[in-house]
């Protein structure tokens, strides 16, 4: 069963702007990883984030955590064409590595 | 360093085949997974290993498929006999260790078609 639902299921925007995608689980969690999937590809790892964290950075990328709210959010900053991909949240458990996917978010950026 | 191999990239087979996918993981990860990707959903866990020893098969459809690791290293997946919905992206992941926060490096994957 897949815990995280991905808001939206798709998103277009123009290169420059920023994008956010947002991601919601039902269960505790250990920590939870956004990973990047191009066309015809393997998934590429971008941020994880600790249940005790709220906020991380790496480069143009900005997660948050709210855990109260059972959310997250993945912020892209001034976007290129390059980004065009999938965006996938994934939750790990208290138990193991064992990663449960959201269903992802289709980012599309226009030169 | 070498990233996930996987073999082969591209299968296609009718159903009722057989089938088996090999992965090669990253130099000194003792965890491997195994995972099924259809098309449009995010990828679902259908096998865990801690060097040879099996975590978690629970998703795994034990009537058809089976996995093996043997030596701490490679793995197998092996699908028999083959069915339409099987056709999807199976990818293979490996990390550093299972318990705690480690990400995943994964594979391109292998494209399987059934028809």
């Known amino acids: 069963s897949q815990q995280g639902e991905e808001d939206p299921q798709a998103l277009s925007i123009q290169e420059g702007e920023n994008a956010t995608m947002n991601c919601s689980y039902k269960?505790?969690?250990?920590?939870l990883q956004w990973y990047r999937q191009n066309s015809g590809r393997g998934l590429v790892h971008l941020i994880l984030i600790r249940s005790n964290e709220r906020e991380k950075h790496s480069g143009r990328l900005r997660v948050t955590l709210d855990t109260s709210k059972k959310s997250s959010s993945l912020l892209i900053t001034a976007s290129r064409a390059a980004d065009t991909a999938s965006y996938f949240c994934a939750t790990g458990d208290n138990q193991g590595g064992k990663l449960i996917f959201g269903q992802g978010t289709e980012l599309s950026v226009k030169p | 360093e070498a990233g996930v191999a996987q073999s082969p990239r591209y299968k296609i087979i009718e159903k009722r085949q057989s089938v088996a996918f090999w992965c090669n993981p990253i130099?000194?990860?003792?965890?491997l997974y195994w995972y099924q990707q259809i098309l449009g959903q995010g990828p679902k866990l259908l096998i865990q290993?801690?060097?040879?020893?099996?975590?978690?098969d629970s998703q795994l459809p034990k009537d058809r498929f089976s996995a093996e690791r043997l030596k701490g290293v490679d793995s197998t997946l092996k699908i028999q006999p083959a069915k339409l919905e099987d056709s999807a992206v199976y990818l293979c992941?490996?990390?550093?260790?299972?318990?705690?926060?480690?990400?995943?490096?994964f594979g391109p994957g292998t494209r399987l078609t059934v028809t």
């Open positions: 130099s000194g990860h003792a965890t």
């Open positions: 290993f801690q060097n040879n020893g099996v975590v978690d």
């Open positions: 269960t505790s969690i250990n920590n």
């Open positions: 992941a490996s990390s550093h260790a299972w318990r705690g926060s480690y990400e995943q490096y």
